[in-house]
């Protein structure tokens, strides 16, 4: 079975007025949407220069350096010379930006549960059901 173009579009628009609305009302403090992305890339992917980063989030370089200005500044990431490069640096999450990342994550958790309680318990089912399948079409482009 395929999906239609239209269909995967009214997907990709569900799924993220879904983010949105879960990251708006889990409240993640003093870090701002690319901020939260730079960071879980950094988690996901490791160490990485400002470029990679830009490409990644994505974004432009300059705002690639101001989120992860802001982050170091909280003391969520930090610097480190660049093995292949000595003339550059890498970024990398610190234990307490992997903590603040995990903590955004419950607290969107915790919102999508009290939502998920307004379901029926055959309708939360079939949502869970499909979790696996939602992390593998994520892991796909990586």
Do not use: F, H
């Not at 370089?61 to 969520?76: D, F, I, K, M, S």
């Amino acid at each position: 079975m395929t999906i239609g173009d239209d269909a995967a579009l009214q997907l990709v628009i569900s799924l993220n007025r879904l983010t949105r609305s879960l990251r708006r009302a889990a409240a993640a403090g003093a870090i701002q949407p690319t901020q939260l992305a730079v960071l879980a890339m950094l988690t996901q992917r490791g160490p990485s220069r400002i470029g990679e980063i830009a490409a990644w989030v994505p974004c432009s370089q300059p705002t690639a350096t101001a989120a992860v200005l802001g982050l170091e500044a909280g003391g969520l990431i930090r610097r480190e010379p660049d093995p292949t490069d000595g003339r550059a640096s890498r970024v990398l999450a610190t234990g307490r930006g992997t903590a603040a990342l995990a903590e955004v994550a419950r607290g969107e958790a915790e919102v999508l549960a009290k939502r998920l309680a307004s379901l029926r318990p055959d309708e939360v089912r079939r949502l869970a059901e499909i979790e696996p399948l939602l992390r593998r079409l994520a892991e796909a482009a990586d």
